[in-house]
Structure formats: C-alpha cells, structure tokens
C-alpha cells in the first residue's frame, strides 16, 4: 500500500505533468513560431577542420569556411585531391588552409594528426565530419569486409575526431561538431542497410552528446546534425525517383550552404530538403504502417545495385 508521502510525490508529478503540456507546451510552440531567426556567429579566425576535403561536399565547405575568414584543416584518404583542395585556398588570398592525409576509421592515425595539429597549429574549435562511404546494394550481397568499411568509416570515424578534439572544446567551453547523417538516418531504404545502421548511429551518436553536454552548466559546446537527401556528389551511382522533378538530386552547393548556415545559427538537426523533412517525419512517426507502404511503393526514392557499375 503507497504511503501518504508516494501519493504526495505522485500527485505533484501529475501537476507538473499538466503544467507542462497546457502551459509550457504551448508557449514553446509559439515562441518557436514566431521567433525571430537567430543571430548568425562569425567563423571569422576559427580552426575549422573537415574531413573528407578532397571531394564533394568537403570540398566545398572547405572553401566556404576559408572565404569566411576561418581558418581551415582538410583531412582525406586521397592525398592528391585533398592537397588540390588546400592548395587552392591558399593561392586564392583568404586564409591559411592546412591538409593532412587521414584514414578517419584509423583511430591511432587520427589520434597522431590531431595532437601535431593542436602542437603545431592551434585548438579546433569547428569539427565537420563530413566523411563517408555508401555501397548500395541488398544487405545479402554485403561482404563482412565492406559492412566492417562502412561501419569503421561512417560511425567509428566520427567516435575518433571526437575523442581527438572535443576534449579541449570541452576544456575550453567553445566549439561545435557538426556531423552528416542522412536521410537514411531517419528511415530503412532498400540497398542501404549497412548505411542506413551507420547514419542511424551518427544520430543516436548526436542525441546523446547533445543531451550530456547540455546538463552542463553555461555550456558553449553545440552540436549540429544534418540529414540530406540525396546528393549528386557521386555517391548515388544508380537511383529510381519516380517523381524526380518534385523530388531531384541535390547539388552538392546547396547542401554546403545548409550546413555553413545551420553551423553557423546553431540550428540542432537540419533534414534537407524541408519538404522532403517533412514527409519523412510524418511517415517514420505519425502514419499507420500501410500507409508508409504506400508512400514507398508510389513515391519511390530508392538507391538501385552498384554492383553491375563496380563490376564494369
């Protein structure tokens, strides 16, 4: 039988409980409404490092970042288009820019380039991991090796240039990680299985760093995620969209863009395009299962076999 004091207790967590969704809940959703858009940081003389540099996406941040006035360190596997990149930037008179050859999925590799770079060059206090792999085909033509790759380059990547550099953010109070999930990090697609785990990771990955970090009293460490659809970066070798004029590819400028803003303003989970967002959310929370079958099976947005294309 509860005592008098476990109903108090229970009692007053009903209260709070209506308090909360009568009160709070909808100031929240109003003042999320109708607040104005936030105030844009400054990169200027920050130490930004982005993996994945060489390519795409990196490339293009890289670019973005240095143009701002930061301070840039690309890290790629591909030597070669990696130092394209930062010789580029340094030739084009905005600010020094640093690259490093880097097997992310190394974690003693990353661990060694991190501490010559806090030695040799200073605190990062902008971390994009933007690197990534994506196979697409049915989870049984998967080998172990390649589920190994995917998993060591997409999730265990992010857990090493984070216990490399978000230390000395914490130490210092000032920095941000930015990490790229996907869409495929928000809901199952056929020849993606392995990918669709790895992004599902760098997610929960976010949601939990976030959350700890948050606790943290005047805390000054943010965490952005951002979650694009498709990308025509050459990643997606082989697709079927079954309305691709509502629903193209994204240009890979576009989707540097979002995640310099999103960077910039603070913004916590970005899912590119919005509208795009928006149907995904509904589907993977709201909707009944039939009616999600419906949506993939008349609106595809599917990634076919690369197999054929590997092989050719």
């Known amino acids: 039988m509860a005592t008098i004091e476990e109903i108090l207790h229970s009692a007053k967590g009903v209260i709070h409980a209506l308090f909360f969704l009568f ?170 299985v392995p990918y669709n785990a790895s992004k599902f990771a760098v997610r929960g990955l976010m949601e939990g760093l976030y959350e700890e970090f948050r606790r943290h009293p005047n805390n000054n460490v943010n965490f952005t995620t951002v979650y694009p659809f498709m990308t025509d970066t050459g990643l997606c070798k082989n697709y079927d969209i079954t309305y691709e004029l509502l629903f193209p590819l994204l240009k890979p400028a576009f989707v540097a863009d979002a995640i310099f803003e999103a960077q910039s303003t603070n913004r916590r989970n970005v899912l590119l395009p919005a509208d795009i967002g928006l149907a995904v959310k509904l589907k993977t929370r709201f909707l009944p299962q039939k009616a999600c079958n419906y949506i993939s099976d008349n609106f595809r947005a599917d990634l076919l076999s690369d197999i054929h294309l590997n092989n050719t």
Do not use: C
Request: aromatic content about 8%.
């Open 23 to 192: 009160i709070l809940l909808p100031y929240f959703i109003i003042e999320a409404i109708f607040s104005s858009n936030p105030q844009r940081k400054s990169v200027e003389g920050q130490l930004v490092l982005i993996t994945g540099t060489g390519h795409g996406i990196g490339k293009l941040l890289a670019f973005k970042y240095a143009k701002a006035g930061a301070r840039v360190i690309g890290w790629d596997v591909n030597e070669k288009l990696n130092n394209e990149t930062i010789q580029t930037i340094n030739s084009s008179g905005y600010t020094t820019a640093y690259g490093f050859k880097v097997d992310v999925s190394n974690r003693q590799e990353v661990m060694d380039t991190a501490k010559k770079i806090q030695q040799d060059i200073g605190d990062v206090t902008i971390l994009i991991n933007n690197a990534g792999i994506m196979p697409h085909h049915s989870f049984l033509d998967h080998t172990e090796q390649e589920i190994r790759r995917i998993m060591d380059i997409n999730v265990m990547g992010n857990f090493w240039t984070l216990q490399a550099f978000l230390p000395k953010m914490k130490e210092n109070n000032n920095g941000h990680i930015v990490s790229l999930s996907s869409m495929a990090g928000y809901v199952g697609l056929i020849n993606l």
